[in-house]
């Protein structure tokens, strides 16, 4: 039988099959390709390393982490981090954090309790990480700073069950808490995630090119009350 997702708030016990979801998920892009571990032992301990950042301020009201688990099994077969940012509060994001862990000054390291310095321990291509996560922050900060919004920060679903529905409902979730709001909403897409995002009204602001366009990263922004699914 197929999945039956439903959605439900996280708890810190499923940063283990959220990390594996995203090892999974993210494992063929050209990007983590550069940037991540080698040995598949060590680059599943860094996914489990951010997704615990991920986790790390989950009990502040203005944090939402989606689990979307089989409502049979309750197998965990996706995930997504919403924030609501207040007019003029800091931006979040483990982009910041990102640049501190790699050396590149400011925020906090990234990593669940105990990671310590993860990203600078682990990551292959630490100046590649540095210009990416760098540039994440320097848009969502030159597009959304000081605006009321809501932020995608992470979403990810597993690869092996994929026309299940389970990313649009997450980004569904996201969407009526942004209309209930009447704000914006930022995140940024990778070129797998870019179609379903346009399906509920978001538009790209710009194109981040990397590794002489093997990869491309677009800002994408959901006007306030925007039509879409």
Known sequence: MAPQPTLRPATPADITPCAAIAYAAFRPSALIRHMAPISDEVELGFWTAIVGAVFQDATNNNTHLVIAEDA???????????????????LP????????????????????????DVLGELVRDKELAKVYFGAQAKQHERFMGGRAHWYLELISTKPDIKGMGIGRKLVQWGVEKVDG???????????QGRGLFERFGFEVLEKLVYL??????????????????
């Open 72 to 90: 049979a099994s309750g197998e965990v077969l996706g995930f997504a981090k919403w924030v609501f940012v207040g007019e003029g509060d800091a």
């Open 93 to 116: 994001g483990i982009a910041g954090s990102a640049v501190s862990g790699l050396g590149g000054g400011g925020g906090e390291e990234v990593g669940g309790e105990g990671g310590g």
């Open 181 to 191: 709001d009447g704000v914006e909403a930022y995140l940024e897409a990778s070129p």
């Open 212 to 229: 002489d366009g093997g990869y491309v990263e677009c800002s994408m922004v959901r006007a306030a009350n925007s039509k879409g699914e």
